[in-house]
């Protein structure tokens, strides 16, 4: 069974450049979730969609923040403009049923690097 | 804020032996949860246990909840090289639909 598929992998840009990260969720899984990992904050929770629909975004940092999830196989995160604290890896996870009461599976992550 | 806090932060055993990570958290919960993560890759689900369950194995792996202290611990069993990994708990609390996460703990098998 494929899991749940990112890209990039690695995405290096510079200050002020949008970047969008892509998620593919598992097939019937309908929560899709965006954290992001760093060394200073650990794992946080940016965003929470179930059956497409954003249910909690209170995570995002700020307005440049933006998530969207069209259908049921994808998802993106935008960053724009980006800036150097955006620095961190990005994951994407998805789950059978709603919120946090099934397990998640995360992708392999994005690793963000803002110069 | 972080709900779930694991100790060790690091943990170093020869393999073949047992490892014990444990985890503390706050507030009441619904569900607590233990990931492993291995360097450059997602999280891995490990167990997920309910907060009427004291106790759940799943083959080298056995955790225990303590809703009284508010703690789980994560025991791995006869211990191998390829568990060298960080692992996580996480937990959710009733009515919220998020999972917090600890801060890990990192753990190395020396083979």
């Known amino acids: 069974d494929a899991g749940v598929i990112q890209s990039p992998r690695h995405e290096v840009t510079e200050m002020g450049q949008e970047v969008t990260l892509r998620c593919k969720p598992i097939?019937?899984?309908?929560?899709l979730f965006w954290y992001r990992q760093t060394m200073m904050r650990g794992l946080e929770l940016l965003i929470y969609?179930?059956?497409?629909?954003?249910?909690?975004d209170s995570g995002m940092p700020e307005d440049r923040f933006s998530a969207k999830m069209p259908n049921a196989s994808f998802s993106t995160l935008k960053i724009q403009p980006s800036e150097p604290r955006d620095s961190a890896v990005y994951f994407c996870?998805?789950?059978?049923?709603?919120?946090?009461?099934?397990?998640?599976?995360f992708g392999d992550g994005t690793r963000l690097s803002i110069l | 804020s972080q709900q779930g806090e694991e100790d060790p932060q690091a943990l170093s055993i020869q393999e073949g032996e047992n490892a014990t990570m444990n985890c503390s958290y706050k507030?009441?919960?619904?569900?607590l949860q233990w990931y492993r993560q291995n360097s450059g890759r997602g999280l891995v689900h490990l167990i997920l246990?309910?907060?009427?369950?004291r106790e759940k194995h799943s083959g080298r792996l056995r955790v225990t909840l303590d809703t009284s202290k508010k703690s789980s611990s994560l025991l791995i069993t006869a211990s191998r090289a390829a568990d060298t990994a960080s692992y996580f708990c996480?937990?959710?609390?009733?009515?919220?639909?998020?999972?917090?996460f600890g801060t890990g703990t990192r753990l190395t098998i020396i083979p």
């Open positions: 996870a998805s789950s059978r049923g709603q919120g946090a009461n099934q397990p998640q599976h």
């Open positions: 097939s019937g899984h309908n929560s």
């Open positions: 969609f179930n059956n497409n629909v954003p249910i909690d």
């Open positions: 507030t009441s919960i619904n569900n």
């Open positions: 246990i309910r907060s009427n369950e």
């Open positions: 996480a937990t959710s609390n009733f009515g919220n639909e998020k999972l917090t």
